[in-house]
């Protein structure tokens, strides 16, 4: 029995010696500790021999489960440490990190910082104005009739909250030149006895309308210059345009003008600006050397009466177009389908 | 609206030496735009876009009036024949058209 418990012990420290991870230890501490593991079996035959005796081989087998407990706790701190001194040698300090993934700016965010800080330069402040719109500000008061096509559902978004007692229905902006009443009509609440400090202002926004196609987006920017001051003329605003166009797609392209037809501009012209690929030559791009680019005028007295400007007094000037449509343009950009801006698709973004 | 402008119709209103080209170029510069001009077998056609402040210019007269005016501040001499509505022919035979009220 002395002998059976010595061999025991000494086999199971071997075993102990040998195991290579957690588990296999496990395996051998239930193999002799456990409920029908040898060592528990032999302490089982203890009551059996002679009373004498058994003092002795109870002490000897009490000493062989604690010595067994205690190897297999050793061996367990030593594979834990075996761990991480083998992670520890493979870490080479002279490689480069890795280095975290950075974003960017979105395209069309790049291109209305950039619009934004050409205006800056020459005292057009940018400024915000709400998304969600009243139909006074959107329509009404840039002297749109009652029952102009723009102002059926199928061309805007209307919101299907209550109307405004005084302001008409909820929509989204159809365009940013609702951005002009608001800034007119805070103009005149500061005002002192009529006069009205001139204005020059910048509207970049999101503008909302019910089409959605390879060139259309649902969702898409525009930008709106202001300026109101008295004795303001076509000549100022032709200087504007010409100064946005030579600081945004480069020194040798010229613009002009072309009589068109907005409600809230009288004058009203399209602006073109000179073809970069053909230099004005006329190439398969553009309209013989020319492409559109946006619209502009000179602001309608009736706008100005609405937001009670006095039209005898103050004139002024205003102009917008897509931001999407100018970053095409400048960088010759051939995108199939414009929807591709806004789908977040990371093979598209990561090329800008 | 766009509308389609025949450049031998338009010239019956039009005394001048314009070419085609010139007279899509001042129009879309001075009045309204000429999208493009088609050629057909022995004529050309304008497609203009007429914007809605401006109907008097949707019809061939209206647009010869227009061309004039324009073409003569460039220095191409122009000018515009007024169509002449007096001279009804009696071809002398009564209306053929029969009408049937709804029963």
């Known amino acids: 029995m002395e002998n059976e418990l010595i061999n025991l012990k000494n086999n199971a420290l071997s075993l102990i010696l040998e195991a290579e991870d ?6 051998i501490k239930l193999q002799f500790l456990g409920r029908s593991g040898k060592l528990t079996q032999a302490i089982r035959k203890l009551p ?3 009373i004498e005796k058994r003092k002795e081989l109870g002490v000897l087998a009490n000493e062989v489960k604690e010595t067994i ?3 297999v706790d050793e061996k367990k701190k030593q594979l834990k440490k075996g761990i991480l001194m083998s992670k520890i040698r493979k870490i080479d300090v002279t490689n480069p990190g890795i280095k975290p993934q950075i974003g960017h700016l979105h395209l069309v965010t790049q291109a209305i910082s950039e619009i ?8 057009f402040v940018r400024v915000r104005y709400p998304e969600v719109e009243w139909d ?6 840039l002297n749109f009739p009652k029952d102009h096509p723009a102002r059926d559902d199928w061309e805007t978004f209307f919101i299907d909250g209550a109307s405004h007692k005084k302001y008409g229905p909820m929509l989204l902006t159809p365009h940013t030149s609702s951005g002009q009443i608001r800034e007119m009509s805070n103009a005149v609440k500061s005002s002192v006895s009529g006069e009205i400090s001139p204005i020059k202002m910048l509207n970049i926004a999101k503008c909302y309308r019910r089409q959605s196609d390879v060139s259309h987006t649902p969702m898409f920017h525009q930008f709106e210059g202001l300026a109101i001051d008295k004795n303001l003329s076509i000549v100022n605003l032709k200087g504007v345009l010409d100064y946005f166009v030579k600081s945004y797609f480069g020194e040798k392209r010229v613009s002009r003008i072309r009589p068109y037809h907005f409600e809230f501009t009288e ?11 053909c230099n004005g030559q006329g190439c398969s791009l553009c309209k013989d050397g020319w492409l559109e680019l946006g619209g502009a005028g000179m602001v309608h007295p009736n706008v100005l009466k609405n937001t009670g400007i006095d039209p005898d007094k103050f004139n002024g000037f205003a102009f917008g177009w897509g931001v999407e449509r100018a970053l095409m343009m400048k960088d010759g950009l051939e995108i199939d389908d414009l929807r591709l801006i806004y789908s977040n698709k990371l093979e598209f973004l990561e090329q800008f | 609206m766009n509308i389609k402008i025949l450049d ?3 010239r019956e209103f039009l005394e001048t030496n314009a070419s085609v ?4 170029r001042e129009l879309s510069l001075r009045a309204v735009s000429v999208d493009k001009v088609e050629k057909t077998a022995n004529d050309y056609v304008y497609h203009v876009e007429v914007t809605t402040n401006r109907v008097d210019l949707m019809s061939h007269i209206g647009i010869a009036k227009e061309a004039a005016a324009a073409l003569s501040e460039q220095g191409i001499s122009t000018k515009f024949i007024p169509p002449k509505y007096n001279d009804v022919k009696n071809i002398g035979v009564s209306f053929p058209i029969e009408i049937i009220n709804d029963p």
Do not use: H, R
Request: glycine share 4%; with cysteine.
């Open chain 1, 69 to 71: 407990e205690a190897s």
């Open chain 2, 8 to 10: 031998s119709w338009l």
């Open chain 1, 136 to 141: 006074w500000y959107a329509f009404e008061a």
């Open chain 1, 116 to 123: 934004t800080s050409i205006f800056e330069k020459i005292g």
């Open chain 1, 48 to 50: 059996k021999i002679d």
């Open chain 2, 21 to 24: 080209k010139d007279i899509a």
């Open chain 1, 267 to 277: 004058p009203s012209f399209e602006v073109d600006v000179s073809c970069g690929v």
């Open chain 1, 22 to 27: 957690e588990k296999e230890l496990e395996e």
